[in-house]
């Protein structure tokens, strides 16, 4: 399936690369990041226009996002029915309720196989549709450009990107994670420090 798709990427530019963007953020199973890598090498060997793909792509890829938030959002009951006894699900859900709009960020790009559930999820009133398109917005933003500048860095090396990226996302996945960690914890610790700071100091006493 791969092979045709970039072949149709090829012969047809940025429409079909938006279409296949828009699918997969429904739920379709393309190889989506693939995909975004190699447009970007078809746009360094001329096949494709840069910045006009990117942009289709990303906004593509973003209303197929907000379209599973909607869908969370005005059918929750049967789609929790339908869906809320799958692995997939609960994998979502539990990262969801861990990290919240973080969650949206994180799974635009990283941990992608999670993404659709979590669109979903997001929708079921846990978070407001203005944070969710921020979060959206700026994870699609790595995920086209930064993968797809990867592939036309790397140009006809792209594939080698891809297996890298495949293989170590884990790894990377995991360094993530101990980041936001530990700028959650720093964090928590300036507010406890700035509550201290507010607390008046007792007044003396009068001799």
Same mark, same amino acid.
């Given at each position: %399936?791969? $092979?045709?798709?970039? !072949?149709?990427?090829? &012969? ?7 279409? /296949?963007?828009?699918?997969?953020? @429904? ?9 975004? /890598? ?12 840069? *910045? ?18 909607? %869908?969370? *959002? ?12 799958? $692995?997939?699900?609960?994998?979502? $859900? ?7 709009? /973080?969650?949206?960020?994180? !799974?635009?790009? @990283? +941990? !992608?196989? +999670?993404?659709?559930?979590? &669109?979903?999820?997001?929708? %079921?009133?846990?978070?407001?549709? #203005? !944070?969710?398109?921020?979060? $959206? ?34 790894? +990377?996945?995991?360094?993530? %994670? ?11 610790? #300036? ?17």
């Amino acid at each position: %399936m791969s $092979d045709f798709l970039l !072949t149709q990427v090829i &012969n047809y530019g940025a429409p079909i690369l938006g279409a /296949i963007v828009f699918l997969g953020a @429904l739920g379709i199973p393309f190889p989506g990041t693939l995909i975004v /890598i190699a447009a970007g090498a078809f746009s360094r060997e001329g096949f494709l226009p840069w *910045h006009t793909t990117g942009l289709i792509a990303w906004a593509c890829v973003v209303i197929g996002d907000c379209i599973g938030y909607a %869908m969370g *959002h005005y059918a929750r009951g049967p789609l929790l029915r339908r869906l809320g006894r799958s $692995d997939t699900w609960a994998r979502a $859900d539990r990262f969801f309720q861990r990290w919240g709009g /973080i969650s949206v960020f994180l !799974t635009r790009f @990283l +941990i !992608t196989g +999670i993404a659709v559930p979590v &669109n979903v999820i997001a929708g %079921m009133g846990t978070i407001s549709f #203005r !944070t969710f398109l921020f979060y $959206d917005v700026s994870g699609e933003a790595i995920w086209v450009f930064g993968y797809g500048g990867l592939g036309y860095l790397f140009g006809s090396q792209w594939e080698v990107v891809s297996e890298f990226i495949s293989g170590f996302g884990g790894l +990377i996945l995991g360094l993530v %994670m101990l980041g936001v960690g530990v700028w959650q914890w720093k964090k928590r610790l #300036r507010d406890i420090e700035n509550r201290k700071e507010k607390v008046p100091e007792p007044q003396r006493l009068r001799d």
